[in-house]
């Protein structure tokens, strides 16, 4: 079973400001089959994109995706305030497993 | 516009049994595999089980595996999580999220708004 670790567990950042995310898999993804999620608190998860770089429909594009093999990265170029909120990333072509999860909060 | 509903959560105790319905709608059901993924509190997600399109195959997490059972009723447009032998871990809300294709791979394009198993004495 594929290990997917998100770093950094809690990224403090102000809105304007550039996210960095990262997710590392203990074995490659098949053919790039990540995704990764949005969720606010008390709602589901959104999926921002999937196929490691695509976005999914209504997808602002300052959110983008990148990485290939282990190695993964979620940007988002300026924040805005709807975006202070807990991302996941998730191998979908293996195991299906989430990795645990990065917050993004005010700073 | 699709939409997920889930139900037929609540409080019940170690040992007992629940089945959870996922009710969709907007799209053509029988089109897409289906899953149920959960979530314990203030803890990330764990996908749990998982269906084909046409209900010819099911797949489990091996931490439910021989406990719940997953099906479908494609006349009906419901998704179903039979729950046996439930234990305090399984305590989460449970969501139903939509496939983005019949069979595997597929990632999890739609989600329900999650229904909460408490498993408690």
């Known amino acids: 079973e594929i290990v997917l670790t998100q770093s950094p567990g809690t990224l403090s950042l102000s809105p304007g400001e550039r996210a960095t995310l990262s997710c590392r898999a203990s074995?490659?993804?098949?053919?790039?089959?990540l995704a990764w999620y949005q969720q606010k608190p008390g709602q589901a998860p959104r999926l921002l994109i999937y196929g490691a770089s695509s976005r999914a429909t209504g997808i602002p594009e300052r959110f983008s995706g990148s990485g290939s093999g282990t190695d993964f990265t979620l940007t988002i170029t300026r924040l805005e305030p709807e975006d202070f909120a807990v991302y996941y990333c998730?191998?979908?072509?293996?195991?299906?497993?989430f990795g645990q999860g990065t917050k993004v909060e005010i700073k | 516009e699709v939409q997920l509903l889930e139900s037929g959560g609540g409080l019940i105790q170690p040992g007992g049994s629940l089945r959870l319905s996922c009710a969709a709608s907007?799209?053509?059901?029988?089109?897409?595999?289906m899953s149920w993924v959960r979530q314990t509190p203030g803890k990330g997600l764990e996908w749990v089980s998982a269906?084909?399109?046409?209900?010819?195959?099911?797949y489990y997490a091996d931490s439910v595996k021989g406990r719940f059972t997953i099906s479908r009723d494609n006349s009906q447009n419901t998704l179903y999580l039979q729950m046996n032998s439930l234990r305090a871990e399984d305590t989460a809300v449970y969501y139903c999220p939509k496939g983005s294709g019949t069979s595997r791979p597929y990632y999890f394009e739609y989600w329900g708004q999650g229904t909460l198993v408490t498993v408690s004495s």
């Open positions: 269906i084909t399109g046409d209900g010819s195959d099911t």
């Open positions: 998730q191998d979908y072509g293996n195991s299906r497993t």
């Open positions: 907007g799209f053509p059901f029988r089109s897409y595999a």
């Open positions: 074995q490659s993804v098949r053919s790039g089959y």
